[in-house]
DNA sequence: TCTGGGGTCCTAGGACCC
DNA sequence: TCTGGGGTCCTAGGACCC
């Protein structure tokens, strides 16, 4: 039998979920902008229609938006999270098999489902369109990389009205496809593999599917040997329907405005490493190491540039935010130097392991260890039912004048007492 | 004034061991 | 006139994705 993966992507996810609540913004040209209103990271097809581009610096863009009445959003991603687990939640229920790739994406097993595929995934439109209220574009191939091209095909080409089956299609008509789209809309193509395929004389996806696969394995890396074994819909990646522990956890983010303070930086490394230490407890691990980083802004050529981190071993695996923060303070310490305007810091959590394989040793403290865990379940309990931050380390601060800018940010409608979308009586 | 944040996988190269 | 060969483990860095 055929494998039949389908691929599910949400349409410009988060503009979508701003008009989930302004119904008025429908056929409006909208962007939804990056954290401190950065950078474009959602458009809607009247945006895109524009000519804008992705992850464009949003105050290169001031003067267009102006012309053309575009509307901006700051990222709300409490709310793009909520409607996410709607969608996922939904899709759950038209296959066995699952794997939520990203915010916007999942894949989904229909292999042996017997109705026509087809009109199976316009009935998953119709549902999440009409439960969550979100527009979602279906691919179906043999294998992920085609269906990741299926559904690209399904979202660019109107005549196969948003479901683009493979499966359903033959030979001939496939390649006249592929010869149309540029190797680069590959997954797994970026434009530096692009550059490289391009010089070799692989312009479109039918040459990279015609290309041979032991050639480019000897050129670049396995990764390239298998985008085209899968091209050819021979599966080399498999559904991944159980979510597997982070390697690694990172917090970072970029300031609101630029600082040279060292208390300034505290803050926020308090601040990051307190999430990352949530992060970590919320999938049952432990971690070995913390590492520090602090940059002056890249783009700001002229003025002096630094840019450190440090790896702070820890005595052994925690979860103890106090530990972890009291590491990550230590390393900023360490690397942080005066008289530069800095820009951003984060903390990357490594050596994670499971908290049940914590390894035993000579000195391990019981008591000391079951005050820290009840300690940080309780703080996790607390932070979870009143909200986020209601508990924390004096030494994150409350005077947070380098935190982000979100001038344009939307209400959390579904996620905050405060802010629901309420039916007007 | 103003350029995101959080991940994964792969490879090369060094350290170390026998 | 000048130093083996092979294996494993770890880390840094590149490329890519959303």
């Given at each position: 039998m055929t494998r039949a993966i389908a691929l599910v992507d949400c349409n410009n996810f988060f503009v979508s979920c701003e008009r989930v609540f302004r119904p008025d913004l429908e056929g409006k040209p909208v962007v939804v902008l990056s954290n401190n209103d950065g950078c474009v990271v959602s458009r809607s097809q009247e945006v895109k229609n524009l000519g804008?581009?992705?992850?464009v610096p949003w105050y290169q863009m001031r003067d267009m938006a102006r012309r053309h009445g575009i509307i901006?959003?700051?990222?709300?991603?409490?709310?793009?999270?909520?409607?996410?687990?709607?969608?996922?939640?939904?899709?759950?229920?038209?296959?066995?098999?699952?794997?939520?790739?990203?915010i916007d994406e999942s894949f989904l097993d229909l292999t042996g489902i017997p109705d026509n595929h087809?009109?199976?995934?316009?009935?998953?439109?119709?549902?999440?369109?009409?439960?969550?209220?979100?527009?979602?574009?279906?691919?179906?191939?043999?294998?992920?990389?085609?269906?990741?091209?299926?559904?690209?095909?399904?979202?660019?080409?109107?005549?196969?009205?948003?479901?683009?089956?493979?499966?359903?299609?033959?030979?001939?008509?496939?390649?006249?496809?592929?010869?149309?789209?540029?190797?680069?809309?590959?997954?797994?193509?970026?434009?530096?593999s692009a550059d490289s395929l391009n010089g070799m004389g692989i312009h479109s996806v039918l040459d990279l599917k015609r290309a041979s696969a032991k050639r480019l394995r000897?050129?670049?890396s396995v990764v390239q040997e298998r985008i085209v074994n899968e091209l050819n819909g021979v599966a080399c990646l498999e559904l991944d329907d159980v979510v597997p522990d982070k390697q690694q956890i990172i917090c970072s983010r970029s300031f609101g405005a630029l600082t040279s303070l060292l208390p300034d930086l505290e803050q926020a490394v308090v601040a990051y490493a307190t999430r990352a230490a949530e992060k970590l407890r919320q999938q049952h691990s432990l971690a070995d190491g913390i590492q520090v980083y602090i940059r002056t802004n890249p783009h700001k050529g002229r003025d002096p540039q630094y840019q450190q981190s440090v790896l702070m071993p820890l005595p052994e695996p925690t979860d103890d935010t106090r530990l972890l923060c009291h590491a990550a303070l230590h390393g900023l310490r360490r690397i942080y130097r005066a008289g530069y305007a800095y820009q951003k810091a984060g903390v990357m959590l490594s050596g994670i392991i499971p908290a049940s394989t914590r390894p035993r040793t000579l000195f391990d403290n019981a008591v000391a260890q079951e005050k820290s865990h009840t300690l940080m379940r309780t703080l996790d309990r607390i932070n979870r039912s009143m909200?986020?931050?209601?508990?924390?380390?004096?030494?994150?601060?409350?005077d947070t004048s380098w935190a982000m800018r979100r001038d344009h940010r939307s209400k959390r409608y579904t996620t905050e007492w405060s802010e629901l979308a309420l039916c007007p009586a």
């Open positions: 804008m581009k992705m992850a901006a959003f700051s990222s709300n991603y409490t709310l793009y999270a909520d409607l996410s687990n709607r969608v996922m939640s939904l899709l759950a229920q038209f296959s066995p098999d699952q794997e939520v790739y990203s087809t009109q199976y995934a316009q009935r998953i439109r119709e549902t999440i369109r009409r439960c969550v209220g979100i527009p979602v574009c279906v691919g179906i191939a043999s294998s992920k990389t085609l269906a990741k091209l299926a559904n690209h095909i399904a979202k660019k080409n109107p005549r196969f009205g948003s479901v683009c089956d493979f499966n359903a299609l033959s030979e001939k008509e496939l390649n006249e496809l592929f010869a149309a789209i540029d190797v680069r809309e590959v997954w797994g193509v970026g434009r530096r000897e050129k670049f909200g986020s931050g209601t508990i924390k380390l004096l030494g994150e601060g409350t």
